[in-house]
């Protein structure tokens, strides 16, 4: 219609007045179609700007496409190839999802009150950005893998490290105890041992080293009384022979 020198799309919602089965007249309203090129153009933040809207009639015709205005009035075949398909989930009211020239396509019927003549709402998305998604995900996936890899790595190190700790503090004091029970097993008493720790292997190793200082005292004295014993016997030997 022409309104103030400019043609304008619209569309009509009419309603029959009918009581007990008598017409008495009918209800209109006229709606400007412009209205909905301002929502389809609304998709910035929509997959970055790169979906688009497409709005169009029970009859196929485009009421609104993302910015393409000059499409509107314009039947879907000037957009796509195989229009009759998609005519068909606009009539029938289907919500349909398919792939459809390298984007995917959504189909919602818009039906408004109790029409007979659904229209519909088509979003195109194109499937690159749909995967980059995906890969996005799959992205942060592999991360969150390497970064659960890299905390158990770290923990295993860090276990390795407390064993050969415990090992160095507790087995080799326990391994050179044994080693010097087996000298002192041998009459050695010249070995020495360290006391390298204030925890149980160090009392350990302080009680062997009081028993070798004890054995030492012990041959000393040994040593002593049978140096006076043989002292005694060589004066017990030169009173014999002077004797």
């Given at each position: 219609?022409?309104?103030?020198?400019?043609?304008?799309l619209?569309?009509?919602?009419a309603?029959?007045i009918?009581v007990?089965d008598t017409?008495?007249?009918?209800?209109?309203?006229d709606?400007?179609?412009?209205?909905?090129?301002?929502v389809?153009?609304?998709?910035?933040?929509?997959?970055d700007?790169?979906?688009q809207?497409l709005?169009t009639?029970y009859?196929?015709?485009?009421?609104a496409?993302t910015g393409?205005?000059?499409l509107a009035?314009?039947?879907?075949?000037?957009?796509?190839?195989?229009w009759?398909?998609?005519?068909?989930?606009?009539q029938?009211?289907?919500?349909?999802?398919?792939e459809?020239?390298?984007?995917?396509a959504?189909?919602a019927p818009?039906?408004?009150?109790?029409?007979?003549?659904?229209?519909?709402?088509n979003?195109?998305i194109?499937?690159?950005?749909?995967?980059?998604?995906?890969d996005?995900?799959?992205k942060?996936?592999?991360l969150?893998?390497?970064?659960m890899l890299?905390?158990?790595g770290?923990?295993?190190?860090?276990?390795?490290?407390l064993?050969?700790f415990i090992?160095r503090?507790?087995?080799?004091?326990?391994?050179?105890?044994?080693?010097?029970?087996?000298q002192?097993?041998?009459?050695?008493?010249?070995?020495?041992i360290?006391?390298?720790?204030?925890?149980?292997?160090?009392?350990l190793?302080?009680?062997?080293?009081?028993?070798?200082?004890t054995?030492?005292?012990?041959a000393?004295?040994?040593?002593k009384?049978?140096e006076?014993v043989?002292s005694g016997?060589?004066?017990m030997?030169?009173s014999a022979e002077?004797?």
């Amino acid at each position: 219609y022409a309104i103030q020198g400019k043609d304008v799309l619209i569309t009509t919602l009419a309603v029959p007045i009918i009581v007990n089965d008598t017409f008495y007249g009918m209800v209109r309203v006229d709606l400007r179609l412009d209205m909905f090129q301002e929502v389809a153009d609304d998709v910035e933040d929509l997959y970055d700007g790169t979906a688009q809207i497409l709005i169009t009639s029970y009859s196929g015709t485009f009421v609104a496409v993302t910015g393409k205005p000059e499409l509107a009035d314009k039947h879907i075949q000037e957009m796509h190839e195989d229009w009759e398909q998609e005519l068909g989930y606009i009539q029938k009211g289907e919500t349909i999802v398919e792939e459809d020239e390298g984007r995917m396509a959504v189909f919602a019927p818009l039906k408004v009150g109790r029409t007979t003549t659904p229209w519909s709402v088509n979003v195109l998305i194109p499937m690159e950005k749909i995967t980059a998604v995906a890969d996005d995900q799959r992205k942060q996936a592999y991360l969150d893998l390497w970064r659960m890899l890299g905390i158990a790595g770290f923990f295993i190190a860090l276990a390795l490290v407390l064993l050969w700790f415990i090992a160095r503090t507790i087995t080799r004091p326990i391994i050179n105890a044994v080693g010097v029970a087996e000298q002192l097993a041998q009459g050695d008493l010249t070995i020495e041992i360290d006391v390298t720790s204030k925890a149980e292997v160090g009392q350990l190793q302080r009680a062997m080293k009081l028993m070798i200082e004890t054995l030492r005292g012990f041959a000393y004295g040994i040593q002593k009384a049978a140096e006076q014993v043989a002292s005694g016997s060589q004066a017990m030997s030169s009173s014999a022979e002077e004797m």
